[in-house]
Each structure stands twice: as structure tokens, then as C-alpha cells.
T-cell receptor, first 111, second 119 residues
Framework: QKEVEQDPGPLSVPEGAIVSLNCTYSNSAFQYFMWYRQYSRKGPELLMYTYSSGNKEDGRFTAQVDKSSKYISLFIRDSQPSDSATYLCASLLQGAQKLVFGQGTRLTINP | NAGVMQNPRHLVRRRGQEARLRCSPMKGHSHVYWYRQLPEEGLKFMVYLQKENIIDESGMPKERFSAEFPKEGPSILRIQQVVRGDSAAYFC?????????????????FGSGTRLTVV
């Protein structure tokens, strides 16, 4: 079983829709949960991270972590064509340096 | 303010040749990480280095792969006697130090990667 599981998609939605991206993880010791965005032929860029459980909001993006169900979510409101990319969730143990990534979900926002 | 610089962007090697991938971290960053991304897969950790030290190489294949981060110059990921299965995108990331206090994470900045193709 992979430590972090993510549906690879692809996911295609119309512009303006609310997008929900999800991951599950198996290691209950993970404390940091990140979302990265990766455009084609580029490196991943950090969108936001959450420590332990809870929500975090940054503009149109909201990250949620539910440690009881080991579920990680990213919501994108008012989605734009420029949001089209691969979204990667990643987890990290407290005190560790090794990010554990999900497979990535390829998202397309259609104008 | 240059980001993490990786070169070359694309590298083609014949089976059995050596591949050398270079990574210059962001200015002020002393920690370097290498990740590999196989087609249709997420990134997999390979190795974590500080200047002149390998801290964690638990993700490195046991043979043919090595990494270094010398006192001067870029970090190098070296793959000897490449095989077709080594074809992948190799990403380097850097950070300013231990990436987290309690609840705080500095994040890693990734480069644009080197795409290795073995023919």
C-alpha cells in the first residue's frame, strides 16, 4: 500500500466551477500536509501546507486535513483556465526532511 | 533572485553511458534534495544532502546511483551505466535549513528538472 494515495484523474471541469482534489494517507505519524502545483515540463511549486488537522485558506484555495480519517483535500473556488495543471499532495513527518508524494491529479479547466 | 537551477534540462544517453545531473540551490539554501518522477507517477525521494554530507540516501538505488554536494559548486546526481528504466524527470529542491519548527515549515523550492532519456 502506498503511503499517500491520490486519484490520477484526469479531471476536467468548466471555468468557474469548484474543484475538489483529494488524497488519503496511511501513516498516522504524518504531521505536515502539502499541496504542490506542477505545470507541464516544470517543477512543483508549493501552494500551501497544513500542520496537523484543520483548514487553511489562501485566496481561492482551501486545504483541509482530517487526521481521524487520514484524508487530505484541496478546494479551488472560481476555477480559472490558468489553474490547469497537475496537483500533488505530499506528507511529511515531524522532524523529517523526506516528502512523500501522491501520484498527482491532472486537472483541466475548460473556458 | 534566481531559483533552483538544474542543468541540463534535457539529457539523452545511450545504455551503458554515464549521466551527470547538476543542481545549484537557491542563494542562502544549504540543504539539497533529489527526487525522481517516472512517467505517470508522483515524485519519489532519492537523497538529502548538506554541504559535503549525505544525510539520508534511503531512496537511492543501491547500485549505479551516487550523489554529492561539495563545499564549492553544485550538487551532482550521477548515474553510471544507465539503463532504459532510468528514463525519468529528476528534480532537485533546496531549503534554507531544517524545514520546520513546531507547526512551521519553510517549504522546499524545486527546480525545473532534468529529463533523462536513455536510448
Amino acid at each position: 500500500q502506498k503511503e499517500v494515495e491520490q486519484d490520477p484523474g484526469p479531471l476536467s471541469v468548466p471555468e468557474g466551477a469548484i474543484v475538489s482534489l483529494n488524497c488519503t494517507y496511511s501513516n498516522s505519524a504524518f504531521q505536515y500536509f502539502m499541496w504542490y502545483r506542477q505545470y507541464s515540463r516544470k517543477g512543483p511549486e508549493l501552494l500551501m501546507y497544513t500542520y496537523s488537522s484543520g483548514n487553511k485558506e489562501d485566496g481561492r484555495f482551501t486545504a483541509q486535513v482530517d487526521k481521524s480519517s487520514k484524508y487530505i483535500s484541496l478546494f479551488i473556488r472560481d476555477s480559472q483556465p490558468s489553474d490547469s495543471a497537475t496537483y500533488l499532495c505530499a506528507s511529511l513527518l515531524q522532524g523529517a526532511q523526506k516528502l512523500v508524494f501522491g501520484q498527482g491529479t491532472r486537472l483541466t479547466i475548460n473556458p | 533572485n534566481a531559483g533552483v537551477m538544474q542543468n541540463p534540462r534535457h539529457l539523452v544517453r545511450r545504455r551503458g553511458q554515464e549521466a551527470r545531473l547538476r543542481c545549484s540551490p537557491m542563494k542562502g539554501h544549504s540543504h539539497v534534495y533529489w527526487y525522481r518522477q517516472l512517467p505517470e507517477e508522483g515524485l519519489k525521494f532519492m537523497v538529502y544532502l548538506q554541504k559535503e554530507n549525505i544525510i539520508d540516501e534511503s531512496g537511492m538505488p543501491k547500485e549505479r546511483f551516487s550523489a554529492e554536494f561539495p563545499k564549492e559548486g553544485p550538487s551532482i546526481l550521477r548515474i553510471q551505466q544507465v539503463v532504459r528504466g532510468d528514463s525519468a524527470a529528476y528534480f532537485c529542491a533546496s531549503s534554507p535549513g531544517l524545514g520546520q519548527g513546531q507547526g512551521v515549515h519553510y517549504g522546499y523550492t524545486f527546480g525545473s528538472g532534468t529529463r533523462l532519456t536513455v536510448v
